[in-house]
Nanobody
Framework: QVLLVESGGGLVQAGGSLRLSCAAT????????MGWFRQAPGKEREFVAA????????YYAASVKGRFTISRDNAKNTVYLQMSSPKPEDTAVYYC????????????????WGQGTQVTVSS
């Protein structure tokens, strides 16, 4: 069992920066990938970014590429999402997820989910 605990959400001004963290506890994570998704009010949850755990390869949604950076610390079993120059449209609940065997972009590929952390970007 993998328990994911997110932190770092809050209120940030447009153009500022914010870093989200997601710690995997319960067992040392040795799965395929970890990712970030988000869900804005009235919208479906969408892919934001993912990182392959073994290689560190990163993948981004077009809407955040060049502004957000996903990274990991294997020793701490933690993945980060650095949000630079956020926009009001980035306001959402952000979820961390872990995929044990496959997948990067699809929700169905992920086996474990965090509880979510609210990010609000003010204009």
């Amino acid at each position: 069992q993998v328990l994911l605990v997110e932190s770092g959400g809050g209120l940030v001004q447009a153009g500022g920066s914010l870093r989200l963290s997601c710690a995997a506890t319960g067992r040392t994570f040795s799965g395929y990938a970890m990712g970030w998704f988000r869900q804005a009010p009235g919208k479906e949850r969408e892919f934001v970014a993912a990182i392959k755990w073994s290689t560190g390869g990163t993948y981004y949604a077009a809407s955040v590429k060049g502004r957000f950076t996903i990274s990991r610390d294997n020793a701490k079993n933690t993945v980060y999402l650095q949000m630079s120059s956020p926009k009001p449209e980035d306001t959402a609940v952000y979820y961390c997820a872990a995929a044990l065997r496959r997948g990067l972009y699809a929700e169905a590929s992920y086996d474990y989910w965090g509880q979510g952390t609210q990010v609000t970007v003010s204009s």
